[in-house]
């Protein structure tokens, strides 16, 4: 199957006289005839739906869809995309552990990191992802277990060169795990380029109409976890009779461990409500990035010739220093958000997004709707002028994510509100 008919076919295959749309199993609880089938459930011998918080019939087809439409062997949604990032990362890291993730991320990400995760004590260090693959090197460490980038970064706009991610995770034998959010896979499959994990906050592009949240971890069932680094997937778990994933799961030993022991502990399950929400979304993401992209590029045209506008990053404009990367990662479009200035002063950007009548303020990107957002006092308000600049978002970055309306309603209203700034 092609990927829009995979958007609309994958994971849920009706049989004679079942319904044509996958139904919303709303059950926490499924009912067996025996004690020893649910016994065989407990000790992970037989495959089956136990309890609503480890599997759901309704979030599995969806599941199945993303897995197959990113090209991994197994995915696990979670009940937001910061569920996803935390237990995709806490799967293999432990107290004592370090990571190396790219700077340029997304905010909650990076508070994520740079506190939660240490307090726990598993330490990170922001790199530059522009930075050479022997540079890079240097912020390896003997504890050194995973790294970590967004593909498009939320909301700078960077465009990562994953195939240089991948090497240098693959050259220190451990997993490059990345966020795939904004790039959707109808635009970019990741694992094709060596990523191992994808996550993605479902709450985006995948749903797309801003109707729920949620979050994924797809595994490419690429990495082999049983080389020495990864003692959590290769030796026993006493919480399953000395169960070693590795051995019994062979390629979904990661996305198996990440369900039967962080989910069953941890709990952070989507509703299967929202699992066909999502799942309704999908069905149409590839003619949403389609159009998503053409009014994008309208707009970010247009931003580009007015005279207010003082810096723009948008990777399919041809000036954009990050063009090249995106026609070798992303060849067929990007995602609908813009970033771009209006000088670098924090209360001109307020008042110019004040000014806006269509387009709403909203903390919120990848909607259908057009909306824009001042990251530096919403999304990444709580970080340090220095941690803003290592983001790359300066205090007077907007962040504008088209919509679906006419391109030309959209950009009608971006112009009065420069109007009103002039005026
Ligand atoms: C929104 C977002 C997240 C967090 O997802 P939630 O669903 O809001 O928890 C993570 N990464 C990126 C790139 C995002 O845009």
């Known amino acids: 199957m092609k990927f829009e008919t995979k958007c609309l076919h994958a994971g849920y295959t009706p049989q004679n006289g079942e319904p044509r749309v996958m139904p919303i199993v709303q059950s926490t609880t499924y009912t067996y005839d025996s004690t020893e089938s649910i016994g065989k459930l407990f000790d992970l011998e037989e495959a089956g739906y136990f309890y609503t918080r480890l599997a759901n019939p309704t979030t599995n087809a969806v599941e199945e869809k993303i897995a197959n439409l990113e090209g991994g062997v197994g995915a696990l ?32 990400t990076f508070n994520l990191f740079a506190h939660t995760l240490k307090k726990m004590g ?55 795990l990345i966020d795939n959010t904004f790039a959707t896979p109808y635009f970019c499959r990741p694992i094709e380029f060596g990523a191992d994990v994808v996550i993605h906050s479902t709450t985006k592009y995948l749903d797309g109409h801003a109707v729920q949240t949620g979050g994924v971890i797809v595994d490419s069932g690429k990495f082999n976890w049983a080389n020495g680094k990864f003692p959590q997937l290769a030796t026993p778990d006493e919480t399953y009779h000395g169960i070693i994933y590795t051995e019994t799961f062979g390629v979904a030993a990661y996305i198996t461990k990440a369900r039967v022991q962080l989910m069953r502990d941890l709990g952070a399950t989507p509703s ?53 990367l995106m026609q070798k990662y ?94």
């Open 77 to 108: 949604c979670t009940s937001s995309g910061q569920a996803a990032t935390f237990l995709a990362l806490l799967n293999i890291l432990t107290a004592g552990d370090h990571f190396i993730s790219a700077a340029a991320i997304y905010g909650g």
């Open 122 to 176: 598993i330490e990170v260090t922001f790199v530059d992802q522009n930075a050479s693959l022997a540079e890079l090197q240097k912020a390896i460490k003997t504890n050194t277990k995973a790294v970590f980038a967004e593909t498009i970064a939320n909301p700078a706009m960077k465009v990562l060169d994953i195939e240089k991610f991948a090497t240098l995770a693959h050259q220190n034998e451990v997993p490059f």
């Open 272 to 324: 299967p409500q929202n699992s066909f929400l999502l799942n309704l979304g999908i069905e149409t993401l590839p003619v949403r990035m389609d159009r998503h992209f053409e009014n994008a590029m309208k707009v970010a045209e247009f931003l580009a010739s007015e005279k207010s506008v003082t810096q723009i990053t948008y990777p399919g404009l041809k000036t954009d220093t990050n063009y090249q």
């Open 330 to 423: 992303l060849p067929n479009g990007l995602c609908g958000v813009i970033s771009f200035e209006i000088g670098k002063n924090r209360k001109r950007a307020a008042q110019w997004l004040d000014a806006l009548k269509l387009v709403s303020l909203e903390v919120h990107v990848a909607d259908i709707r057009t909306c824009a957002l001042h990251p530096a006092s919403a999304t990444h308000r709580q970080l340090t002028s220095q941690e803003l600049q290592q983001a790359g978002i300066s205090p007077g970055l907007i962040r504008l994510s088209c919509g679906l309306e006419n391109a030309e309603d959209i950009i009608k209203d971006l112009k009065q509100a420069f109007r009103q700034l002039e005026g």
